[in-house]
């Protein structure tokens, strides 16, 4: 909130007028009294199109060093005996993201009234998931919440490290696929158009190559407008699909199947599952809750099938491990490395072992794709431009024989 405040400042006895944010007028007020005013008017400024914070944010409101900053620093705090009050207060000044600080403002109203931390978490699910939400609960129904929220600050660590191998090692042909549509665009429309025009002027025979050419590039400079439709139809159709439960499941069955990307985002998945199950084990989070939100982060519906199975066949009285050795989701490596940690009662320690294994696997795996995929793309779009760009040529050489 945002107060506008008139004061006398005790040690001049002049007024001083200013603004002042606090999460309530109460806080605003201590905060005033302690700078050494005398308060004569403070009130809230109400938000307008003039004085608003415009705030737009895409994606998660905080980035995920933010995030895991804000883990170790509280653990830190709270390890040193600081009230989770005054730490979650002096943690609110100091972080970057302007929703993120809301957030920490109206947490701190929260924690004042008496509502738990991981209850008052709980009304914002964009920057604390139900994972974060689920073990802060049980590090306060433990009394180990600083070593909890350490725990965090890794798995989001480990957790990020992963998905950004995964990300970069995608990126490269997703960006040289763009390009390439670009430089044929162009080609079709711009360049070719006229180079045609001017070879066949002269006369001579159109190559069947020539002619299929000259039609798409026809078609994208008359009909242009028929392309796009058809891509925002293809969008909305694969959107569609998307939202159908069958649909989505049969898209990310194909994700997982897709040829050389598929087994790295298995991997990707397996290691998160794992990471994630062993520390909801370590935090003592009731197994079946641990297996709700492993299925829920997930966000692959082959995968949820698989734990929602487990769940009933620990609900049956049956080990956790038997479905998902039934699964080719998972390899015989991590349901026996599950089986032993049942029968030893050490599940957290060798799921974390399987998560370690598989983020090592994930990196490795990123960069040999990398390595490999390069050359690959680029030898994909010189066919593709020296195609047309012989297509361009071949009435040249009719002419030529003519001559």
Same mark, same amino acid.
């Given at each position: 909130m945002l107060f506008l405040y008139k004061a006398i400042d005790a040690k001049t006895g002049k007024q001083v007028k200013g603004k002042l944010n606090a999460p309530s007028k109460? $806080? /605003?007020?201590?905060? #005033?009294k302690g700078k050494g005013l005398y308060i004569s008017e403070l009130k809230e400024q109400k938000d307008? $199109?003039?004085? /608003?914070? #415009?705030?737009?944010?895409? +994606?998660s409101p905080v980035k995920n060093k933010d995030f895991v900053i804000f883990c170790r620093q509280l653990a830190t705090l709270i390890k040193a005996g600081t009230p989770i009050l005054d730490s979650v207060r002096l943690l609110s000044d100091q972080v970057s993201s302007k929703p993120f600080q809301k957030a920490l403002d109206a947490i701190y109203e929260d924690l004042r009234? +008496?509502?738990p931390f991981s209850e008052a978490c709980m009304k914002y699910p964009k920057i604390f998931d139900k994972v974060f939400v689920n073990m802060v609960k049980a590090g306060e129904t433990s009394g180990d919440l600083e070593g909890v929220l350490d725990r965090m600050a890794a798995f989001y660590e480990k957790g990020h490290k992963v998905k950004e191998k995964v990300k970069s090692a995608m990126m490269y042909p997703i960006a040289v696929s763009i390009v390439a549509v670009i430089v044929v665009v162009i080609l079709l429309t711009q360049v070719l158009p006229s180079l045609l025009n001017n070879l066949l002027s002269m006369g001579g025979e159109i190559p069947v190559p020539t002619k299929v050419v000259m039609a798409i590039s026809d078609f994208l400079i008359e009909k242009w407008y028929i392309a796009i439709l058809f891509v925002i139809l293809f969008v909305l159709v694969f959107m569609a699909f998307r939202q159908n439960p069958k649909g989505r499941y049969m898209l990310d069955y194909a994700t997982l199947k897709m040829p050389v990307f598929g087994p790295l985002i298995q991997k990707q998945m397996i290691a998160r599952i794992t990471r994630t199950m062993a520390s909801l084990f370590k935090s003592s989070v009731p197994v079946l809750q641990t297996l709700t939100m492993s299925a829920e982060i997930a966000n692959n519906e082959v995968v949820a099938k698989v734990l929602n199975e487990s769940k009933e066949s620990l609900r049956s009285g049956e080990s956790l491990s038997d479905p998902l050795a039934k699964s080719w989701l998972f390899p015989?490596? $991590?349901?026996?490395?599950?089986k032993v940690g049942e029968e030893t009662g050490q599940i957290d320690t060798m799921l974390e072992k399987v998560a370690d294994f598989y983020e090592d696997e994930v990196e490795q795996m990123a960069s040999r794709l990398s390595s490999i995929i390069e050359p690959l793309m680029i030898a994909v779009l010189g066919i593709i431009v020296g195609t047309i760009v012989l297509a361009a040529m071949l009435p040249m050489f009719s002419i030529y024989q003519q001559i």
């Open positions: 109460e $806080v /605003a007020t201590t905060e #005033l307008s $199109v003039l004085n /608003a914070d #415009l705030n737009i944010t895409i +994606g009234s +008496g509502i015989k490596m $991590v349901t026996h490395m599950i």
